[in-house]
């Protein structure tokens, strides 16, 4: 089971900003993935997606967190970001990277989740 590595959360007031990191091991380059994504849990809701990087290079976001929040990843270092600003309450939640290929073989890749916490 490949184990991806999410830091980066803690507790903010509303206004400030965070940045999520999702480190890939070694065996597993992320480049070779087709959809890369960041979702978020807030208690009593169901996982929803928050911003992808689908085939290569097209970024889509979550009409909640567009302008606010940026996606993007850094293959020398295997590691995917989710740089988050002007945060407000309703953004706490426990955040989830996800890594997503169907060639050779589909794989679907969940990190252990960081909580982000927003004081109003």
């Known amino acids: 089971q490949v184990q991806l590595a999410e830091s980066g959360g803690g507790l903010v007031q509303a206004g400030g900003s965070l940045r999520l990191s999702c480190a890939a091991p070694e065996s597993e380059s992320i480049s070779t993935f087709e959809d890369i994504g960041w979702y978020r849990q807030a208690p009593g809701k169901e996982r929803e997606w928050v911003a992808r990087?689908?085939?290569?290079?097209?970024?889509v976001y979550s009409p909640s967190v567009k302008g606010r929040f940026t996606i993007s990843r850094d293959n020398g270092k295997n590691t995917v970001y989710l740089e988050m600003n002007s945060l407000i309450p309703d953004d706490t939640a426990v955040y989830y990277c996800?890594?997503?290929?169907?060639?050779?073989?589909?794989?679907?890749?969940w990190g252990q989740g960081t909580q982000v916490t927003v004081s109003a």
């Open positions: 996800n890594l997503q290929r169907r060639f050779p073989a589909a794989v679907n890749y």
């Open positions: 990087i689908r085939v290569g290079s097209l970024t």
